[in-house]
């Protein structure tokens, strides 16, 4: 998952389609919000939460690049820019074994309740329900599944130079 306010994909994807990045994604080098997603390399993307988000980011990279001998901030190889340099990104994977704290029943139990209560909220004006991790993505997912992944004009004129290049069929 991204620490930042928005994964760096959704900022290429923005830059595919035209479209500007809201304010709160990225910052300038002065602090200033960038909303040009073609000078992204000009920027930062801003971490969640603020000092808070930014501890969780560190410590984040930190499991998942420094611990296992992964890069780390600067040393993480730019893919949008160096194609050809193998990746030196790193993973960090947590399990935890429930049963050492808690009734796994119990637990899940627990875990149906707050789904419930959270699910039940109120909602604020404007907004038609309280959604939970991972939710947005499997409406997604079987939509896709359904009626396929929409592609742009910009998404699709990229595909179909790569088809081109590379000798294919386009996509009908």
Same mark, same amino acid.
Request: net charge negative; charged share 25%; no cysteine.
């Given at each position: 998952?991204?620490?930042?306010?928005?994964?760096?994909?959704?900022?290429?994807?923005?830059?595919?389609?035209? #479209?500007?990045?809201? #304010?709160?994604?990225?910052?300038?080098?002065?602090?200033?919000?960038?909303?040009?997603?073609?000078?992204?390399? #000009?920027?930062?993307?801003?971490?969640?939460?603020?000092?808070?988000?930014?501890?969780?980011?560190?410590?984040?990279?930190?499991?998942?690049?420094?611990?296992?001998?992964?890069?780390?901030?600067?040393?993480?190889?730019?893919?949008?820019?160096?194609?050809?340099?193998?990746?030196?990104?790193?993973?960090?994977?947590?399990?935890?074994?429930?049963?050492?704290?808690?009734?796994?029943?119990?637990?899940?139990? #627990?875990?149906?309740?707050?789904?419930?209560?959270?699910?039940?909220?109120?909602?604020?004006?404007?907004?038609?329900?309280?959604?939970?991790?991972?939710?947005?993505?499997?409406?997604?997912?079987?939509?896709?599944?359904?009626?396929?992944?929409?592609?742009?004009?910009?998404?699709?004129?990229?595909?179909?130079?790569?088809?081109?290049?590379?000798?294919?069929?386009?996509?009908?």
């Amino acid at each position: 998952m991204a620490t930042t306010n928005t994964a760096f994909g959704k900022i290429r994807l923005k830059a595919q389609r035209n #479209e500007p990045v809201p #304010e709160g994604w990225m910052i300038d080098r002065q602090d200033q919000p960038l909303t040009d997603p073609k000078r992204a390399s #000009e920027g930062f993307l801003v971490p969640i939460g603020g000092p808070k988000g930014y501890g969780l980011a560190l410590m984040f990279g930190l499991l998942a690049g420094t611990l296992n001998g992964a890069a780390f901030g600067r040393d993480v190889v730019d893919y949008t820019v160096d194609s050809k340099t193998p990746s030196n990104t790193g993973q960090a994977i947590v399990a935890v074994d429930i049963a050492t704290f808690a009734d796994v029943q119990a637990f899940k139990q #627990e875990v149906d309740e707050v789904w419930e209560v959270m699910k039940s909220s109120p909602t604020l004006p404007g907004v038609d329900e309280v959604r939970l991790p991972g939710e947005r993505s499997a409406q997604l997912y079987q939509e896709r599944m359904t009626h396929g992944v929409p592609l742009g004009a910009e998404q699709r004129k990229v595909l179909d130079e790569l088809a081109d290049r590379l000798g294919i069929q386009r996509l009908q």
